[in-house]
Structure formats: C-alpha cells, structure tokens
C-alpha cells in the first residue's frame, strides 16, 4: 500500500504548493484539494473512492472537476465518503446546482457520475483489504481524521484539527502505526488565530504530541505559505526531539 503526496500546502502559490489531497495505491484518494490537478487524464479515471475529512474548499475543490472530467469515461459512480454532516454540506453547497450540478442525479439518479456513501466516526471501511477507519477531529465545521491500515502498518492522517485528546486515545492504541500526519497551520504569533480557527500552531503541536505514546514517522502539514519556514523553525524549537519533517509534494510512504 502506497501513500503519494498530491497536496499538502495550507494554500497556493507556484508548483511546489498544493493543497490537501493523497492517492492511496491508484483509485483511492484522501482529500481532493489542488493537488489532484497534477494527475494526468489516465490517472484520474482510476480513481473510484474520496474519503473526505470536511467540507473546506481546499479539501474538496477538485472533487466538482474530477467528477465533470472524467464520469462519462468510466462504468460507475466515484464514491465519496464522509461523515453525514460532511455530506449535506457537499449536497446542500457544492454539488446544488447553482455552484456545480448535482452529479448524483447525472447522467441519470438510475445511473449517476458521483454517490454519497456516509461513514461514521470509528467506522472502518475496507477496501481491498485496505482499511480506512474516521477518526475524531476539532475543527469549525465537522470534521474527521483517517487512519490507513495495511495490515502490515497504518498511517494516521489528523485533517484540520486543533486539540484533540480523543484522537491520541485511540492513536496510542494503534499497534502498527508507522506514521503521523499532523496539520501546523500557524507560527505561534498567531496562536490565537490558531485558537480561534481550530488549527494548531507549533507550541500547540508540541502539546500534542506529548500525548503520543507509540513511536513514529511525524510528518506536518497545512502549513501556509509566506510562513513556512519560520513555522519549520519554531516546530523544531518546541518539538524536535520527535525528529518532526514536513510534508511535500510526490512524497510517496508505504505501508
């Protein structure tokens, strides 16, 4: 199982900045920011599942295009997976036909380019043998985060959170775990921006991660643009000794 970086940018600004999105194997993606933009045609049209962490344009912006793209090319509906509330928020906002059309009543409702597939927090879905299981978030719409499990080891993924102690109760019970991909969006300048917009900022981060009990690969991300490597730079200050790096583009982690 293989974890490739499409996207993982608090924002935009040239190639080497993209926001959330990962392909799992070749038909699985996590998050569908800009980062899917960079796949080729061929590629795209693999893709058969998008488990979603929320409902924030930087993490479903591509879902629209990728559905128009390539739904007529393919035999069945691209599944999107995310809490209930994730959902209705796609089907009320996004997918409304004043924003983009609903694709779940095209070409037919017998027969449509995109379906909903609800999953619950806790819930594991597998795929394949792949097992991707919502896990709790803290952030200002609902929200979750995913962990990926081979089987041989997982892959803990927070999405947008601030802090979060039901996260760590179940991450510390995790016995394969390899890696922790966790969001800084902010310099602690702006801790109460952070506070304020559920996000973490790297003396935030380091309150975290004093919660973790396994070892592991920790990887940040979300960081924004303008301020990355003073972000980097007090992350390394508070939380060094977890040997923390970023996350970056066409990354690829196995598990």
């Not at 569908?32 to 795209?44: C, F, K, R």
């Not at 928020?89 to 017998?110: A, G, K, M, R, V």
């Not at 879905?125 to 803290?138: F, H, M, Q, S, Y």
């Not at 892959?155 to 966790?182: E, H, M, P, Q, R």
Request: glycine share 6%; hydrophobic share 40%; charged share 20%.
């Amino acid at each position: 199982m293989k974890l490739r970086v499409l996207g993982c940018s608090g924002g935009i600004g040239g190639r080497h900045l993209r926001t959330t999105s990962f392909l799992l194997d070749k038909d699985i993606l996590i998050d569908a920011g800009t980062g899917v933009g960079d796949l080729t045609l061929a590629e795209i049209t693999q893709i058969d599942h998008v488990f979603v962490t929320h409902s924030h344009l930087d993490h479903v912006c591509s879902i629209p295009f990728l559905v128009d793209t390539v739904g007529q090319m393919r035999d069945k509906p691209i599944t999107v997976y995310g809490i209930p509330a994730t959902l209705e928020i796609l089907q009320n906002h996004l997918f409304n036909w004043s924003i983009w059309p609903d694709f779940t009543q095209i070409p037919s409702p017998e027969a449509p380019f995109l379906r909903y597939q609800p999953v619950h927090l806790g819930e594991t879905v597998e795929i394949d043998g792949r097992k991707v299981t919502a896990l709790p978030a803290n952030h200002v719409v609902p929200a979750v985060g995913y962990q990926l499990d081979s089987g041989e080891a997982s892959l803990v993924f927070s999405g947008d959170t601030t802090t979060n102690d039901a996260l760590w109760k179940i991450v510390n019970k995790i016995a394969n775990l390899k890696y922790v991909l966790i969001e800084t969006a902010f310099s602690n300048q702006e801790r109460q921006l952070a506070v304020v917009s559920k996000h973490l900022c790297p003396s935030m981060l380091a309150e975290e991660l004093a919660k973790l009990e396994r070892s592991a690969e920790i990887y940040i991300s979300h960081l924004k643009p303008g301020e990355i490597e003073l972000i980097m730079e007090e992350i390394e200050e508070c939380c060094g000794h977890y040997r923390p790096r970023i996350l970056q583009n066409n990354l690829v982690l196995e598990l």
